[in-house]
Structures are given as structure tokens and as C-alpha cells.
């Protein structure tokens, strides 16, 4: 809390205003990302749930046909089984593709706002605590550096 008062007192109202906007631009972007990684996880699990009513219930159908059936439907029945996990991630890549396509529209804006503060914070770097919506928005880069690849 001390800091807080200190650097309300210290910095100047630009400063003030860099940070205030890298803050917002923080909650923004974490804010998005998680979003997408929600999103994503729930695509996979439509698409897990949808692969296994789909390719379970072909298996289950086959299972419970006649054994002179079975035996001419076994070829059928294995490859069920072969394409079912393939199926999901050609599935999963399209879905979390799209999301991607998504999500990028939604943060271009953002990504404009955070490049026009970049440019500004480069032209004040002189003033005292400036140096905290700078590192505000290297906060932002490694979130979505960690949230890219989780």
C-alpha cells in the first residue's frame, strides 16, 4: 500500500495514465485469453463426447450383430477404431483453428491499442516510475506466451 501512495505522489500524470491503460489492457488481453483457452476446452470436449457417441455406438452396433455378421463386419469394426482418435484430432485442429480465427479478430483491435501505448511509453521513458506500464505490458506478452502453449 506504501508503494501505491508513493507512486501516486512520484509519478506523473502521464505516467499515471500509461499505467492505468496498461492495467486495463492487461485485464483485456488475460481476459481474452482465457476465454479462448475456455473455449477451446470445450471444443474438445463436444468433440470428444460427439466421437464417442458417433464411433461407439457403430462399434456397439456391431458387437451385438449375429456372429456370422461380426465376422464379415470385423474389417468394418477395426477401422471404426483406427479412425476414431484421428477423427478427433483432425476435428480438435479445425475447431481450435477456428477459435484461433476467432479470437484473433477480437484482439486486433486491442493488439492496436496496446501498439499506439508501446510507441508512447518509448517517448516518455524519462520520467520517473515509467518504467511500470512498461512492464505491465511485458506482463501481457508473457501471458499470452504461457497461455499459447498451454
Avoid at 59 to 84: A, L, N, Y
Amino acid at each position: 500500500m506504501r508503494y501505491i501512495k508513493r507512486f501516486w505522489k512520484v509519478a506523473s500524470d502521464r505516467c499515471k495514465t500509461y499505467t492505468i491503460g496498461a492495467l486495463v489492457l492487461l485485464i483485456i488481453f488475460v481476459g481474452i485469453d482465457i476465454y479462448e483457452f475456455t473455449l477451446n476446452n470445450k471444443a474438445e470436449t463436444e468433440i470428444e463426447n460427439t466421437a464417442n457417441s458417433v464411433f461407439d455406438s457403430l462399434v456397439q452396433e456391431i458387437e451385438s450383430m449375429d456372429m456370422q455378421t461380426q465376422e464379415i463386419m470385423e474389417p468394418f469394426k477395426d477401422m471404426v477404431i483406427e479412425i476414431k482418435p484421428q477423427w478427433i484430432k483432425i476435428a480438435l485442429l479445425a475447431a481450435s483453428s477456428i477459435i484461433g480465427v476467432f479470437i484473433g479478430i477480437i484482439k486486433k483491435p486491442v493488439e492496436g491499442i496496446k501498439g499506439i501505448l508501446s510507441e508512447g511509453l518509448e517517448d516518455e521513458t524519462d520520467e520517473p516510475e515509467m518504467w511500470i506500464p512498461f512492464a505491465v505490458l511485458v506482463v501481457i506478452d508473457i501471458t499470452e506466451i504461457l497461455l499459447t502453449f498451454s
